[in-house]
């Protein structure tokens, strides 16, 4: 891989980052937006009609109207990370893995002209650490200690357990082995599940018990 290939890739990760984000945000506001007018939106609980927020009577049939109860916080703290906003981080962590991928298998090669033992060591050693080493210490790594890897902490998603913390190794490591193994052999279906599932959990995410929210408003 050349500079001028590295070049246009850190380009395209910059792209990606500045306006995948502020598509995403537009998108959730608009549906915020609908959302909370809806909400706001008194319906009357005799004829059905719809009245004004500040109403206190149906100006159809006169009933006395109710509010819609007030979510908890709970509730209104926590809103999970759908398919395309974890898909679109995803797409920049493998970009990023790659990158570094490359560096480390530039920096081998002396290893491969050493001769002996050290073409033995790259041919072998080397695709054992770019393959698997390298991708599992960055996914298992950052997710167990900061929830976020970069292509997540970009686009202000986070993995949490049950508790609303940050997963610790252990979890990190089942969800990132065990869980994505599960996810990926089942012709990805693992993985889609998130675009359907009511708390957006991929089979990954329901192995190791954790689930994907957004920290950041886009």
Partial sequence: MNVFTVVV????????VYLFPRIVGTARKKRNVEA??????????????????EARF????????????????TEAAVAYAGFWLRFGALVIDLVIVQIANAIVSALLIPLSL??????????Y??????????????FV??????????????????VVDEAGQTPGLKRALQRE???????????GLGFL??????????????????????VRNL
């Fill in 36 to 53: 909370i007018k809806e909400a706001q939106t008194l319906f009357c609980p005799r004829c059905g009609r719809q009245n004004l927020p």
């Fill in 9 to 16: 890739i850190l380009v395209i990760i910059l792209l990606v």
């Fill in 125 to 138: 050693g080397g695709d054992l650490l770019v393959t698997v080493l390298l991708p599992a210490l960055y």
């Fill in 58 to 73: 149906c100006g159809a049939c006169g009933a006395v109207l109710t509010a819609a109860p007030t979510p908890t916080a």
């Fill in 177 to 187: 082995t065990l869980g994505k193994f599960v996810s990926t052999i089942a012709l």
């Fill in 114 to 123: 050493a001769g002996g033992m050290g073409v033995i060591l790259f041919a």
């Fill in 193 to 214: 599940w998130v675009a359907w599932d009511k708390e957006k959990q991929g089979w990954h995410d329901k192995i190791a018990r954790t689930h994907v929210i957004l």
């Fill in 141 to 158: 790594l950052l997710t167990g200690q900061r929830g976020q890897t970069l292509g997540k902490m970009a686009l202000g998603i986070k």
